[in-house]
Structures are given as C-alpha cells and as structure tokens.
C-alpha cells in the first residue's frame, strides 16, 4: 500500500519492484488513515528532509537536463569545450615554464660546476 498525502500520491496497490526505498520512515498505526499518515508527514517534516536529500538534487538535475532545447544543449557543449581548452592551455604554458626553469638551473649548475674545475685547474 503506498500514500502520499502531501505529495499528491494516492492511496493505492504498488508491486514491490516499483518502489525505491528511501533511509526516511516515519511511524503511524498499521491501519492508520490518509489523514494520520499526513499528520505523521507533516511531524516528522519530510518535505523539508526531501529537499535536502542528495537523491531529490538528481532528480532536480535530471528534469533540468530533459527541459533542455537543442540552443541551451550547444551552447553548453561550446561552454564546456571552452573551459577544456583554457585549462589545456594553462597546462601546456605552465609546463612550458616549468622546462624554462629546469633549463636555467641546469645551466647554472654547469656553470657553477666548471667553476670548481677551474679553481682546481689553478692549484
């Protein structure tokens, strides 16, 4: 038996395998009417727990993505690509001067290193 006062579900017959049970429960009598079971509802302020629950985001997230046009869809996809190739972009340059600066090192040990040859040369 399934009821849903404050969502707008009637009290009907439901199989097993169409329902999804959720972690909120709340108590009333085994033969409790439409009426306690919307008290017990509005006790336990489910409304309020749903809207905060992860699986009420998806759903929320799911509707937005079947109101989607074809304009908002491409225009996400053009947003997308654009993010994408920005942050490609920051990589190849930050790894550009990332070997900039090994390069310099690298040089300035050489340096520093025939120094020490030298100062040994004279000795």
């Known amino acids: ?17 169409q329902i999804h049970l959720t972690k909120f429960k709340i108590n009333f009598p085994y033969n409790g009417s439409t009426r306690t079971v919307r008290q017990a509802w509005k ?3 489910l409304n309020k727990l749903w809207v905060q ?3 009420a985001e ?3 997230n799911r509707e ?10 491409y225009e996400l996809l053009y947003f997308e690509n654009l993010v994408n190739f ?6 190849i340059l ?4 990332l070997r900039e600066q090994e390069k ?17 040369k004279i000795i």
Do not use: Q
């Open 58 to 60: 998806k759903a929320a």
């Open 94 to 97: 930050k790894d550009s001067s």
């Open 53 to 55: 629950s992860r699986w």
């Open 104 to 120: 310099s090192e690298t040089k300035h040990k050489k340096l520093h290193a025939n120094h020490k040859l030298n100062a040994y």
């Open 43 to 45: 006790k336990a302020d």
């Open 86 to 91: 920005s942050v490609l972009l920051w990589v």
């Open 1 to 17: 038996m399934v009821d849903g006062p404050e969502t707008g579900v009637p009290r009907s017959k439901m199989r097993i395998s």
């Open 64 to 73: 937005k993505v079947n109101n989607f046009n074809y304009i908002s869809y």
